[in-house]
């Protein structure tokens, strides 16, 4: 095979692997950004011995296997972790399993409203209608959608306690 096949075959490889490579890399490392490092590290050793490593066709087990060697030699070298330049940079992460939960609580109030209050904020907020297609759409005036979404949001305030959260405005959470 001539180094130009070998070398789309490899570039084929990495496309078809890149999503499971990076997963297993993250697994690894717990960081996405090292996650990157690591996948494309391994791929760079890979590369080098392309041709060996598909005359044993098992690439994806040797990439694996060179994440895993290279995972555990960058921690035994303990290299140094890098300093975010930007405070913005080190801002904790929002924790998705709280705003999972906290989206599941919501609709849970959401589904104790009247449906007609709950059909107006699933309209208005969650499909971002505005307030006239939102009346079209129930067929009623615009002010009685005013006045459905206002005592639905003002029972959503009293029912939704999300837990131990800072306070969140309903209308933004609802979008």
């Known amino acids: 095979m001539s180094r130009h096949e070998d070398d789309e075959q490899f570039r084929l490889f990495v496309q078809r ?13 717990g960081d996405r950004g090292t996650a990157e490092d690591l996948a494309q590290s391994a791929l760079e050793k ?7 490593v598909l ?15 290279t995972a555990i030699s960058w921690r035994r070298r303990r290299r140094p972790l ?5 405070t913005t940079d080190s801002t904790p992460a929002h924790d998705a399993y709280a705003q999972v ?10 589904r104790r409203l009247p449906p007609r209050t709950q059909a107006v904020l699933v309209l208005r907020y969650f499909e971002d209608l505005s307030e006239a297609d939102t009346a ?5 005036s615009v002010g009685s959608v005013k006045s459905q979404a206002s005592r639905g949001l003002a029972r959503l305030r009293v029912d939704f306690v999300p ?13």
Request: net charge positive; with cysteine; charged share 25%.
């Open 17 to 29: 692997q890149w999503g499971s490579l990076l997963r297993t890399a993250y697994l690894l490392t």
């Open 46 to 52: 890979t590369h080098r011995r392309w041709g060996r």
């Open 55 to 69: 005359r044993k066709d098992a690439p994806e087990v040797y990439v694996r296997r060179v994440m895993v060697n």
């Open 82 to 86: 890098e300093v975010p330049l930007l």
């Open 101 to 110: 939960e906290q989206r599941q609580l919501l609709l849970a109030a959401l």
């Open 136 to 140: 079209t759409v129930l067929g009623c």
């Open 163 to 175: 837990p131990a959260q800072p306070p969140v405005r309903l209308e933004e959470e609802l979008a």
